[in-house]
């Protein structure tokens, strides 16, 4: 599922796919983590939580976050990516709160969640106000049952927080390590040594595994032209895109795309 609000360009994203880790990242949409067989862990500052069959994890905008799968089972997963502006009385909580434990057991969970969720995922484009209320239900039955606290308490002034934070919100901007660490008010050497030591790998590998994640979100979730995406997600040619996507995921953009059709048509 992926709908798009006309006057802003925010996206609703529904992706059910297999269970993979994910490095720490954030964004300014609420996220629901939904595990539909085997498991998952879900990581949120220092902490790791285990999540089963039938736990939903919510995941508040502007807090770091990464996934991990421990277990060679069938895990399959349902991500849900909203924008907070649609969420009526819930939107304020959602800017300034976060949970203590973002996982919530699946015994604790009234039957109207999954009720909720399965009918999200069949409805049309045409019909965003009755996503938007059944994100809004799912929050009313959910949120009674996380203890929250300040997004400030959750690691949101540390450098390593405010790297992720700047990532993610500039990506598809051109800039250098420099020109980051100046903003940050650090030195590049200094910001050289986050990106080594706690994603292991260098600031130019970062970046582009951003851009790369994001084009391939909107390959798998939109029908919108390739060079388009090439150019949203911060590539400066195709022919970089190209090579970058290919490197990571073994085959070109085009490929990929094509193979995504043919597997969705096998399902049917």
Known sequence: MH?????????????????????????QAMELVYVIKGSLELGVGLELYHMEEGDIGLVFPDVIHHYQVFSEKNNEVLYINAPIRIMGMFEELLKRKAPVCPVIRSGKLPSEIYQAIRSMKGTAPKDLWIVQAY?????ARCIPLLTLTEKSEIGSNNLIYQTVAYISANFQKSFLLEDMAKDLGVSKYVLSRVFSKTFHRNFNQYLNDARLDYAKQRLENTSDPITTICMDSGFDSQRTFNRGFKEKYWLSPSDYRKKLYKDLEKGN
């Open 135 to 139: 994100l809004q239900i799912i929050l």
């Open 3 to 27: 709908l798009i609000y006309e006057d802003t360009k925010e996206e609703i994203i529904a992706v059910q796919r297999k269970a993979k880790h994910q490095p720490p990242h954030l964004h």
